[in-house]
């Protein structure tokens, strides 16, 4: 199903790392849903066929020589999408979590006047549920989340996002690639530059190849991390989303 939108010249990023498995069939899905958008994989550091297999699926593929993390992959992309004038741009990860008949909302969310549009797992829609440390940290996280940026935000580690003219800007200057810095203090660069931020209910898939990218070990210090990322991000310099320098 396609759900047409007003926002034009939409780039769809898709970072991927070692996603041979998957990324043919989530190139197909989002040529099904979103008929006529391109397509850009940031194949970031494979080992595999990845970057292969995206060529032959139709996509745009840039390269990175090593391994920087979702944070590092969205950056090139957010670059690209600056160097050639893009209006919105859409991540949707490699993994098939993320269902490209989802992608109209958030357009629409832009078309609504959001310069971030945020999809949210937690927000009424499906089934998704955290466990462990990342369901309290998520918990805390979407109250100070929620105060920070004067809106109710419940799922501030998606990755499921879109953005517009003035966060591309933005993100493409210094997109944060530390662990968990590109959901929390990217979202902690949006809120201080006063982007407005809105995200809607999406419904997330389980991987359809692949690893998770979070090892156990990782998600017994989520909550620590998160705390220590959203520190650091309060603490850096206000950045501003209507500069041009994209780096």
């Known amino acids: 199903m396609t759900t047409p939108v007003r926002t034009r010249r939409v780039l769809i990023v898709i970072p991927a790392f070692n996603e041979q ?5 989530v190139l197909a899905q989002i040529k099904r849903s979103l008929p006529g958008m391109d397509m850009l994989v940031v194949d970031d550091g494979s080992l595999d066929r990845t970057a292969e297999l995206a060529r032959e699926a139709g996509a745009r593929v840039v390269r990175l020589s090593v391994n920087l993390g979702v944070g590092g992959a969205m950056r ?84 499921f996002k879109a953005m517009g003219p003035r966060a591309i800007r933005l993100f493409a200057a210094g997109y944060p690639a530390e662990y968990l810095g590109d959901t929390i203090e990217a979202l902690v660069l949006a809120i201080r530059a006063k982007l407005a931020i809105a995200e809607t209910p999406v419904l997330m898939r389980e991987r359809a190849g692949g690893a998770p990218s979070h090892s156990p070990v990782k998600s017994a210090v989520y909550l620590g991390r998160a705390g220590l990322a959203l520190l650091l991000a309060l603490v850096r310099r206000r950045p501003s989303a209507d500069s041009s320098d994209a780096g």
């Open 21 to 25: 498995d998957s990324v043919s069939s």
């Open 76 to 159: 090139t992309g957010f670059r690209y999408a600056v160097s050639r004038g893009y209006d919105a741009v859409v991540q949707v990860d490699a993994d098939g979590q993320h269902d490209p008949a989802e992608v109209g909302a958030l357009l629409r969310l832009l078309d609504e006047g959001a310069d971030l549009a945020i999809g949210s797992r937690f927000a009424g829609k499906g089934s998704y549920r955290a466990v462990g440390p990342r369901r309290y940290a998520m918990a805390v996280l979407s109250l100070v989340f929620s105060k920070l940026a004067g809106t109710k935000l419940s799922d501030v580690t998606s990755g």
